[in-house]
């Protein structure tokens, strides 16, 4: 969504795209949008630019499914884009999402409203898979920090743990789901 801008003005030094680049490579995307707004400042932005800019990329991607951040998190960035987002899955308008989820970010939805708390509805059982999500993350030198951080290798590990428990087996990511449509 962002471009490495702060709203503050500080200059971005390519980091985050970089990153991303290296991420999108190892997961072996075949692409990436990227709609370069200012960070923390999507709020500024006007709902038609959002809009437009999300709902381009989904109807380029045409995606089955669509992972929102969480509706109540810290950060203002996610509200718009989990407002804008959910309105670019109407499936009159983007007939190829059947399925809408919203993703807990550590250390974001970690400090979400108390009256509109996180409530994983969906697990998913990624236990062959955690010691390359660590690793993929670890790509995020931005995002990555030392424990006691949410966003710690220790953290994450803790998190699959929790929700692997919910789930009945060892690492699991929690989702909430938005949407659900099956055509049979």
Known sequence: MTDGQHSTGEASDGRREREIDAV???????????LKMPVSALHRVS?????????GAVREAEPSVVLLPFRSDAHSDHHAVNAIGW??????????????????TPSETDFSHPGDPFVPDV????TG???????????YESELRAHP????????????????AMAGC???????????????
């Not at 999108?24 to 990227?34: D, I, M, S």
């Not at 709902?47 to 709902?55: F, K, Q, V």
């Not at 898979?129 to 790509?139: F, N, P, R, S, T």
């Open 24 to 34: 999108a490579a190892r997961y072996g995307f075949e692409g990436v949008h990227r």
């Open 47 to 55: 709902e038609t630019d959002l809009y437009d800019g999300i709902a």
């Open 87 to 104: 309105s670019c899955t109407k499936s009159f308008r983007f007939p190829s999402v059947r399925r809408v989820l919203m993703y807990d």
């Open 123 to 126: 697990l998913v059982d990624i």
């Open 129 to 139: 898979y955690l010691d390359a999500k660590i690793e993929i993350m670890g790509l």
């Open 149 to 164: 951080f949410p966003r710690s290798e220790k953290g994450l590990r803790a998190r699959a743990a929790l929700y692997g």
């Open 170 to 184: 060892e690492a699991a990511e929690g989702f909430m789901l938005m949407r659900d449509i099956d055509r049979l």
